[in-house]
């Protein structure tokens, strides 16, 4: 079977698959509809291609495979759907369909360009007008709320998850949030609720070196409240730093606003009363996704720590590619957190550049130290083990990501009982930690990809994010079977 009709033959099955469907109908009807598209301008008689270059025969052929590959995750994917609704709530719940279908929607979207290589310029203006991203992603939000009001109702549906508890339906109604923009709104200290937590009770978790973390209220909802560590005033007041500080609060701020999505954390607002340098951050209940991971109190079962894998690579994805791409420089399992509905979503932007500065200057800190001697040496890429000023890119990041796969699959952090010396040693020396046996086999082959010695072996943030939707869908397919 060739190549080509093997696409002809997956079309079909998500065609078939698309009019089983017992839920989601509009947003899966959406996505059969797109593929049926771009199947058409596949199968065009050879006569009227064009010719194209080696270069551009080879990304042609790449993105075929990559399309591929899509309508087999998009057929196994559906056929979770086919199934009665009872199996298929506590799998996928509303919010994580929409993203899953926006995230096959973006993938069609940037794939587009190189599939129609072949295809004359007045051939290709039809199609790339419906695959505009203004167009897609009104039509995303059409499909979201037809499904949302045909959605059935699940017999003892909880939202939320306990300790101990299985998968979760999420919702983010009744949240008090803003809309990505440049300038974050001010909120001054009478608005807020919280009490300070005496220094000698601030755990690692909660205590950077940038500032504390608390709990609190803000419009009679849970926040998160980021406090730097500045003196305003007193025997150690230096109005030079906490001028300093305060531009630092403002950049982070910036930061957080120009990047709002469902997989990175929502600002609220920042205050910058005397004495008072805060972040007002939505509240992710659970904490860090090292302190869930390491809580053995919490079910994780294989499809659910995929998915954690999927947000974070999710929200490191829309950092990547926002209208100013910028690069995290502090990539971790700290610097993820989970709300109570075990949703994973990005934070920590105290050390985010933009890609230029990163090549430029490599990856310091605030203070001026390398951010690796915070937090030890085992998310830092083997290039930069060496020497830390090394230029720092979107592959380095990948490598760091990749170590977060491993604990996500592990649950527990990497090189436990190494020191950082021997850390060091061990990563130069091109050697990587194990995966566990029983981990699904596409997920163990984006946690080995990330971790792979030469950084351009590594994928970037976009097709980490294709890979571990794949792995997501396997992972389900597997847990429902």
Not at 8 to 25: C, D, S, W, Y
Not at 127 to 148: L, N, P, T, Y
Not at 280 to 305: F, I, K, S
Request: hydrophobic share 35%; glycine share 8%.
């Amino acid at each position: 079977m060739s190549f080509r009709t093997d696409i002809e033959r997956l079309t079909g099955e998500v065609n078939r698959l698309a009019q089983r469907a017992t839920v989601n109908k509009s947003s899966i009807a959406r996505l059969a509809a797109r593929i049926n598209m771009i199947n058409s301008v596949l199968v065009k008689d050879d006569s009227m291609r064009i010719v194209l270059t080696p270069d551009e025969a080879e990304s042609h052929q790449k993105a075929l495979r990559e399309f591929h590959s899509l309508l087999e995750g998009a057929k196994d994917y559906l056929t979770i759907f086919s199934q009665d609704i009872q199996n298929v709530a506590p799998i996928l719940g509303g919010e994580n369909a929409k993203c899953d279908f926006d995230a096959f929607g973006d993938r069609l979207r940037r794939l587009l360009p190189r599939l129609v290589l072949t295809l004359r310029d007045e051939q290709k203006t039809g199609i790339v007008e419906e695959f505009s991203e203004a167009k897609m992603k009104k039509e995303d939000e059409e499909d979201a709320g037809a499904d949302q009001d045909d959605a059935p109702v699940v017999p003892g549906e909880v939202e939320g998850q306990q300790p101990g508890g299985g998968n979760v339906v999420a919702s983010e109604y009744g949240r008090p949030v803003c809309a990505a923009q440049d300038n974050p709104p001010m909120i001054s200290m009478g608005e807020l609720e919280f009490s300070p937590i005496p220094e000698n009770e601030i755990t690692g978790s909660e205590r950077s070196e940038l500032g504390s973390v608390y709990r609190g209220a803000y419009m009679n909802t849970p926040v998160a409240i980021k406090k730097l560590h500045v003196p305003d005033g007193g025997t150690h007041y230096d109005q030079q730093e906490s001028q300093k500080s305060a531009k630092d609060l403002r950049k982070e701020a910036e930061v957080l606003m120009k990047f709002q999505s469902e997989n990175v954390v929502r600002l609220l607002g920042i205050c910058t009363d005397p004495g008072n340098y805060l972040l007002v951050m939505e509240c992710a209940d659970l904490g860090t996704l090292r302190d869930v991971l390491q809580d053995e109190t919490y079910a994780l079962p294989w499809d659910r720590r995929v998915r954690m894998g999927l947000e974070g690579a999710r929200g490191l994805y829309t950092l990547h590619h926002g209208k100013t791409a910028m690069l995290h420089c502090d990539v971790n399992t700290r610097k993820f957190l989970v709300d109570r509905n075990m949703h994973v979503k990005l934070t920590g932007f105290g050390l985010t550049t933009t890609r230029s500065s990163a090549r430029k200057h490599g990856r310091t800190s605030r203070r001026g130290r390398p951010s690796s001697t915070r937090h030890t040496v085992t998310f830092v890429a083997p290039e930069r083990m060496g020497n830390i000023n090394t230029p720092y890119d979107d592959r380095a990041e990948s490598y760091s990501f990749g170590i977060v796969l491993l604990e996500i699959a592990c649950r527990r952090p990497p090189f436990k009982d190494m020191g950082e010396s021997a850390i060091a040693e061990f990563v130069k020396a091109g050697k990587t930690e194990d995966v566990p046996a029983d981990c699904p086999a596409k997920f163990r082959h984006v946690i080995d990809a990330c971790r792979a010695f030469d950084p351009a072996l590594r994928p970037l943030s976009a097709e980490i994010a294709d890979g571990l939707q794949d792995a997501f869908i396997q992972s389900v397919s597997m847990a429902s079977s």
